[in-house]
């Protein structure tokens, strides 16, 4: 139905694939999330296009489809990697393109050797090639983009600058921390009963005093509890 919409308003049909059973979705999603491509083209994931069954002899009403059978159902897969990266480097892009090269990117998002890399691609490209850029921000350009960096990286200088940056990177990380203590904090409304659901637990922690500030004897006293213990329940 959606081919034959495609082809009757003149849009791309679709490319697609049929499967007889969800075991086998599930099988072949995987392999291709793990490949990171289908028919050599980077997918973001799948939507899967199906049908509700009618429900098999022996299930309860609480197994069955909230859908009458035969209804038409569909539900998405989509992958983590590479397009968690690939959104990385468009929320990137468009810091450098509003605030220019001094823009102070999230670390979060530059962890990842191929994401350094990128971002200053990135930079010399806006620099060089401004006009390429002119529409970024409105949606225009950006699987463009990523297409070029994606094709210089396999480029003697792009695979340089990867190994550089993943030199930089492993020369930044942080010594491994030997784990110590834990503190357990119970997040809740006022009034639902967390003091209360602790008690079978908590080994003799008290209750805080209702004027206890935050360096008060009875806070530094139980604190001291982590000396000899691994972990404690603070509320």
């Known amino acids: 139905m959606v081919d ?47 049908t509700v069954s009618s429900p098999k002899v022996g299930h309860t009403r609480a197994d069955a489809s909230p859908y009458s059978p035969g209804s038409s159902f569909f539900f998405k897969i989509k992958f983590d990697e590479p397009y968690m ?13 509003s605030k220019g090269e001094s823009a102070k990117l999230p670390m979060d998002k530059m962890k990842r050797p191929e994401t350094k890399t990128y971002v200053e691609w990135a930079k010399r490209e806006i620099k060089h090639h401004p006009k390429l850029f002119e529409d970024y921000a409105k949606g225009h350009g950006i699987i463009a983009t990523r297409e070029r960096f994606l094709k210089w ?12 940056a993943e030199a930089d990177e492993e020369a ?28 079978g637990w908590r080994r003799g922690l ?29 509320e």
């Open 4 to 50: 034959e919409f495609a082809r009757e308003w003149g849009f791309i049909a679709t490319a697609s694939h049929e499967l007889p059973s969800i075991p086998e979705v599930k099988a072949f999603t995987e392999a291709i999330g793990e490949a990171g491509k289908w028919n050599g083209e980077a997918l973001e994931g799948f939507v899967v296009r199906t």
């Open 172 to 199: 930044t990380q942080p010594l491994s921390k030997v784990f110590g203590k834990t503190i357990i904090m119970p997040i809740a409304v006022p009034g639902v009963g967390t003091s209360d659901s602790q008690t």
């Open 85 to 97: 990266m690939y959104r990385d480097w468009r929320e990137l892009t468009k810091s450098l393109l």
């Open 153 to 164: 990286l396999e480029t003697d200088e792009g695979k340089r600058e990867k190994r550089n």
């Open 206 to 234: 008290t209750r805080r005093p209702p004027k206890a500030k935050l360096q008060s004897p009875w806070h530094l006293q139980n604190y001291s509890a982590l000396s000899t213990h691994r972990a404690m329940i603070f």
